[in-house]
């Protein structure tokens, strides 16, 4: 129905930057919302960024900024002065709309930030 793919993700050092990209594809009629989430080994999935509410957690605000293209179903999140405590594995989402299941959430498969010295 719909893949949602990442990339971007790598090794870093603390302070350096990264831009993460996610590509939406198959049977989309619209896009209704997007947003990164992040999973550090041990803890659970949290959400980081939205685009629809232009929510950004207390731990990024500031660094990370979430922005989308909707002509190319894609949505990044550049993450700037990145620290220790971002390493983790961030995971895509979308709310997406299509004819032949309505409006659906989906998920990407991850993509790894680790961030060391």
């Known amino acids: 129905q719909v893949q949602l793919v990442e990339s971007g993700g790598g090794l870093v050092q603390p302070g350096d930057s990264l831009r993460l990209s996610c590509a939406a594809s198959g049977s989309i009629v619209k896009i209704n919302d997007m947003a990164w989430y992040r999973q550090a080994p041990g803890k659970q999935r949290e959400l980081v960024a939205r685009?629809?509410?232009?929510f950004y957690s207390d731990a990024v605000k500031g660094r990370f900024t979430i922005s989308q293209d909707d002509a190319k179903n894609m949505v990044y999140l550049q993450m700037n002065s990145l620290k220790f405590d971002d390493t983790a594995v961030y995971y895509c989402w979308a709310n997406v709309y299509g004819w032949t299941y309505g409006s659906r959430d989906f998920w990407g498969r991850g993509t790894q930030v680790t961030v060391s010295s």
């Open positions: 685009i629809f509410n232009g």
